[in-house]
């Protein structure tokens, strides 16, 4: 098996090495200048003299490079280390929103199957029809449809119940409402003359098991001799 590529490593333990090699290097250039014969030979050769003080220096030097270098990539990798966490709390954030996303769209996906989609319609033709259809995606329980008159020519507003407490089947339609005779009655009895603002309000139970109100448009019915036979629609 082929040996593993040396690298140059730089633990903690180098710098305190270097300091002891560099005491060491110093202690035997000290002895060595101050012995007497080395000491004469020095004072007549200055050249060697200088050459000796420089060495301590250069190591110095290059311990200092080379110490400078490590810190170097000491930083480097602090650096990157701190990119990298960096990276790590925006992929969990993006983690957290994504779930966030996930769970809004379970809901939502939630309430459109369960969804109550009922509309209550008023149609004019021999007499007034009130169509009740049921476009939801399952069964739907009526508890009640109310008639809520706002505005009469000549009786105070008022209600009355036309039906309820019957199952409507997934797309299908009911208009067998007593519209008009409740009209009349809260017209005050009286067939003749109608002139009057209303809307009907139909109470219903879906999957949910909570009552949903659906309220059909607003509507002006007039009706009776010296009017036209009108259903105007107010307000959608």
Do not use: C
């Amino acid at each position: 098996m082929k040996d593993s590529p040396k690298t140059d490593s730089w633990d903690a333990s180098q710098p305190r090495r270097a300091v002891a090699i560099s005491f060491i290097v110093a202690l035997v250039f000290g002895a060595i200048v101050f012995y007497p014969y080395v000491d004469g030979f020095l004072s007549t050769h200055p050249l060697w003299e200088r050459l000796l003080a420089a060495i301590p220096v250069a190591a110095g030097l290059a311990l200092a490079t080379r110490e400078l270098r490590h810190s170097g990539e000491a930083n480097e990798l602090r650096a990157e280390a701190n990119r990298f966490r960096a990276e790590q709390t925006s992929l969990m954030q993006k983690t957290h929103d994504l779930q966030e996303r996930m769970q809004q769209l379970q809901e939502n996906i939630e309430k459109n199957l369960t969804k109550v989609r009922l509309f209550a319609r008023v149609w004019m033709d021999d007499g007034l029809t009130l169509k009740v259809s049921n476009l939801s995606d399952f069964d739907l329980w009526i508890n009640q449809v109310e008639l809520v008159v706002t505005e009469a020519e000549i009786v105070q507003p008022g209600r009355r119940t036309l039906g309820g407490a019957t199952r409507l089947s997934q797309g299908k339609t009911e208009d067998g409402y007593k519209l008009y005779d409740a009209m009349v009655v809260l017209n005050g009895n009286r067939k003749e003359s109608i002139d009057m603002q209303f809307h009907v309000n139909v109470i219903a139970v879906g999957l949910t098991g909570q009552p949903v109100t659906i309220k059909s448009p607003d509507y002006q019915v007039t009706w009776g001799p010296g009017k036209t036979r009108e259903l105007k629609t107010l307000k959608w």
